[in-house]
């Protein structure tokens, strides 16, 4: 596979440095499949880095960051320029290059979504390595995004969207307050604003067993007699008596 | 006719006076009966209205008031007076211990801003070092150049990178200066202090200047969650470097505050063992049960969520971290 790569830094050392390892990444990261990095495009300031994204923008392209870009602290820096690549490639792979170990990545990631990191080392070997695998990841996502048929049910906690795969979920239930509902899942917990009636609309795949719950019947377990639902988790809803016909049915199947 | 008329001037200089003392006590009783024990001090005046009610219905009832009226009299008056001493002395009691725990917040509060400012100064020094450094630097590097000698050059060049810049205490506060808020601050600031001691490696982000979050949320409230996510994320850290699942370097707690459009998030995460940790099993252990309250932490969270309906939480395991989130929406927005 052919990937699409570009590359941003305001020190042109760091950009050929960056495409030397480009190559070796390459290498190791192929086996039946060959794997090679196009470098469409590189800049060393914003300005330019725009110029040429406005010309020709792939769709999944992977691009590699400067954070600190330029001398004016928090205006026209790496971050303001993923936002516009996101924008305009929203399958694009970012991985940001940093000097500070500490730099508040969570920050970007809510800002941004999804992004990738990876701190400048003077140790040639280790960046290699660490450059190898987030290559691996950020191909890893985009294969897998271009292949997925796999059903996510997505909601909104806040400002912000998130979706989780439609078979992680346990069961979707009300919450003791107005509007807010609590998702549980094979990995945690998650509360949103919403309304069970209207999931219950829009994700067929999830079964109402009540007023106020809606479950995955994947990873349900029925228990007949006390009217019960147990989860993985050991969780435990009950459904209303009104629907315990549809259940012995569904169940049955 | 003489007594009756010392009864009417008697009567009209005792109304007069306790016309002229009600004036001066009325803002006092006004404050007492809005203040925190304006329950006590309701209870105290209606014991002495009913008692003193009482004790004249009986002495109206008799013309000859006997000995044991007077007796019990004499009791109910002395026991009004007990109580009102007893509540006055309540009162002074709240008041001491109010002000010694104000005292004790105003001074860790100090005890903060010192830090912080000594931090600052530090800051400071080091920056004008480095302009002094920097001319000396760039002359001897251009001769250098001069000469042709790029390793002199580079080798001059990384040593002062890695003598300044690497310095961890410089970037020790990071982004603390855009929270306006002083409790928000506070807490983040003592946290971050207490992983920099235990040599945690950390982070914290707040992008977004913070003047305000919505309105209906307790501040203290907040603070007390976001403490106890912060002791959860430390804890669990050293606990999986004590039982070696995770070695000092690998040791991370990331954490920040957020904001967009007008709304409040933090989060917080800490790294886990990269084995098959279940979510049951962490909350069994790292994140809920504490070792002197078992189960304290997720209860005051839960309880923080259910106490208002535009707080959000979120908690769940990705990779490599645990991740706990925080919203807190603005109320508009769950009100429709």
């Given at each position: 596979?052919?990937y699409q790569?570009?590359?941003?830094?305001d020190?042109q050392d760091?950009?050929?440095?960056l495409?030397?390892?480009?190559?070796i990444?390459?290498?190791?990261?192929s086996d039946n499949?060959?794997?090679?990095?196009n470098?469409f495009?590189?800049?060393t300031?914003?300005?330019s880095a725009?110029?040429?994204?406005?010309?020709t923008?792939?769709?999944g392209?992977?691009y590699?960051?400067?954070?600190e870009?330029?001398?004016?602290?928090?205006?026209?820096?790496?971050?303001?320029?993923?936002?516009?690549?996101?924008q305009n490639?929203?399958?694009?792979q970012i991985?940001?290059?940093?000097?500070?170990?500490?730099?508040s990545i969570?920050t970007y990631q809510r800002r941004?979504?999804?992004i990738?990191y990876?701190?400048k080392?003077s140790?040639v070997?280790?960046?290699?390595?660490?450059?190898s695998d987030?290559l691996?990841?950020?191909i890893?996502?985009?294969?897998n995004?271009?292949?997925?048929s796999?059903?996510?049910?997505?909601?909104?906690a806040?400002?912000?969207v998130?979706?989780?795969a439609a078979?992680n979920i346990?069961?979707i239930s009300?919450t003791g307050?107005?509007?807010?509902?609590?998702?549980?899942?094979?990995n945690g917990?998650s509360?949103?604003?919403?309304?069970?009636s209207k999931?219950a609309?829009?994700?067929?795949?999830l079964l109402q067993i009540?007023q106020s719950?809606?479950i995955?019947p994947k990873k349900?377990e029925?228990?007949y007699?006390s009217?019960?639902?147990t989860?993985?988790?050991g969780?435990?809803?009950y459904?209303?008596r009104?629907?315990s016909h549809?259940?012995?049915?569904y169940?049955?199947? | 006719?003489?007594s009756?008329?010392l009864?009417?001037?008697?009567n009209?200089?005792?109304?007069?006076i306790?016309?002229?003392?009600?004036?001066?006590?009325i803002?006092?009783?006004?404050?007492?009966l809005?203040s925190?024990?304006k329950?006590v001090?309701?209870?105290v005046l209606?014991?002495?209205?009913i008692?003193?009610?009482?004790?004249?219905?009986?002495v109206l009832?008799d013309?000859?008031?006997?000995e044991v009226i007077?007796?019990?009299?004499?009791?109910?008056?002395?026991?009004?007076?007990?109580?009102?001493?007893m509540?006055i002395s309540?009162v002074?009691?709240?008041k001491?211990l109010?002000?010694h725990?104000?005292?004790?917040e105003l001074?860790?509060?100090k005890?903060?801003l010192?830090?912080?400012?000594?931090?600052?100064?530090?800051?400071e020094d080091?920056l004008?070092?480095?302009?002094?450094?920097?001319q000396?630097?760039?002359?001897s590097l251009?001769?250098?150049?001069?000469?042709?000698n790029?390793?002199g050059?580079?080798d001059?060049?990384s040593?002062?990178?890695n003598s300044?810049?690497n310095?961890?205490?410089?970037r020790k506060?990071k982004?603390l200066?855009?929270?306006h808020?002083?409790e928000?601050?506070?807490i983040?600031?003592?946290?971050?202090t207490?992983?920099?001691?235990?040599?945690?490696?950390?982070?914290?982000?707040?992008e977004?200047?913070?003047y305000?979050i919505p309105q209906?949320?307790?501040?203290l409230d907040l603070?007390?969650?976001i403490g106890i996510?912060?002791?959860?994320?430390i804890?669990a850290?050293t606990?999986?470097?004590n039982?070696?699942?995770?070695?000092?370097?690998d040791l991370?707690?990331?954490?920040?505050?957020y904001?967009?459009h007008?709304?409040f998030?933090?989060?917080?995460?800490?790294?886990?063992?990269?084995s098959d940790?279940t979510?049951?099993?962490?909350t069994e252990k790292?994140y809920?049960?504490?070792?002197?309250?078992p189960g304290?932490?997720?209860?005051?969270?839960?309880?923080?969520?259910q106490k208002?309906?535009?707080?959000i939480i979120d908690?769940h395991?990705?990779?490599?971290w645990?991740?706990?989130?925080l919203?807190?929406l603005?109320?508009d927005?769950?009100?429709?």
């Amino acid at each position: 596979m052919k990937y699409q790569v570009f590359i941003c830094d305001d020190n042109q050392d760091t950009i050929v440095q960056l495409k030397h390892m480009l190559l070796i990444a390459a290498f190791r990261l192929s086996d039946n499949d060959s794997v090679t990095f196009n470098v469409f495009g590189q800049a060393t300031t914003y300005k330019s880095a725009i110029n040429i994204l406005q010309k020709t923008i792939p769709t999944g392209g992977i691009y590699f960051l400067d954070v600190e870009l330029g001398k004016n602290i928090g205006k026209d820096n790496g971050f303001d320029l993923a936002e516009y690549i996101k924008q305009n490639d929203p399958k694009a792979q970012i991985i940001f290059v940093t000097s500070h170990a500490d730099l508040s990545i969570i920050t970007y990631q809510r800002r941004l979504g999804p992004i990738d990191y990876i701190v400048k080392s003077s140790n040639v070997a280790e960046l290699t390595t660490r450059i190898s695998d987030t290559l691996k990841s950020a191909i890893n996502y985009l294969e897998n995004s271009s292949s997925e048929s796999a059903n996510f049910f997505t909601y909104k906690a806040g400002y912000e969207v998130k979706k989780i795969a439609a078979d992680n979920i346990y069961y979707i239930s009300t919450t003791g307050n107005s509007h807010k509902l609590e998702l549980v899942h094979t990995n945690g917990i998650s509360q949103f604003i919403g309304s069970i009636s209207k999931i219950a609309e829009t994700a067929p795949y999830l079964l109402q067993i009540s007023q106020s719950c809606l479950i995955n019947p994947k990873k349900a377990e029925i228990d007949y007699q006390s009217h019960k639902i147990t989860f993985p988790n050991g969780d435990i809803q009950y459904y209303s008596r009104k629907n315990s016909h549809m259940l012995r049915k569904y169940f049955s199947k | 006719m003489d007594s009756s008329n010392l009864d009417f001037f008697t009567n009209i200089a005792i109304i007069i006076i306790s016309y002229l003392l009600l004036l001066k006590i009325i803002p006092k009783i006004i404050t007492n009966l809005t203040s925190t024990n304006k329950k006590v001090f309701i209870g105290v005046l209606a014991y002495i209205y009913i008692s003193s009610t009482v004790l004249n219905a009986y002495v109206l009832s008799d013309t000859k008031p006997t000995e044991v009226i007077i007796v019990s009299l004499a009791l109910l008056f002395l026991q009004s007076i007990f109580i009102l001493i007893m509540y006055i002395s309540l009162v002074e009691i709240q008041k001491k211990l109010l002000s010694h725990t104000q005292q004790k917040e105003l001074l860790q509060e100090k005890q903060e801003l010192e830090e912080y400012s000594s931090y600052l100064d530090q800051n400071e020094d080091d920056l004008r070092r480095f302009k002094h450094d920097y001319q000396n630097i760039l002359n001897s590097l251009k001769i250098d150049a001069q000469e042709g000698n790029v390793k002199g050059v580079i080798d001059k060049l990384s040593e002062y990178t890695n003598s300044h810049f690497n310095e961890e205490a410089l970037r020790k506060y990071k982004d603390l200066n855009h929270i306006h808020i002083k409790e928000l601050k506070s807490i983040v600031f003592s946290k971050l202090t207490q992983m920099y001691n235990l040599g945690i490696l950390y982070s914290f982000g707040c992008e977004s200047e913070i003047y305000e979050i919505p309105q209906n949320i307790d501040l203290l409230d907040l603070v007390r969650v976001i403490g106890i996510t912060f002791d959860n994320a430390i804890e669990a850290e050293t606990d999986y470097f004590n039982s070696n699942f995770l070695q000092k370097q690998d040791l991370r707690i990331e954490a920040m505050y957020y904001q967009d459009h007008d709304d409040f998030e933090f989060m917080i995460r800490n790294r886990i063992p990269n084995s098959d940790i279940t979510l049951s099993q962490l909350t069994e252990k790292g994140y809920t049960t504490k070792k002197q309250h078992p189960g304290l932490g997720l209860a005051n969270v839960k309880q923080f969520s259910q106490k208002y309906d535009n707080v959000i939480i979120d908690y769940h395991i990705k990779d490599t971290w645990f991740i706990f989130n925080l919203t807190i929406l603005p109320i508009d927005e769950v009100t429709d």
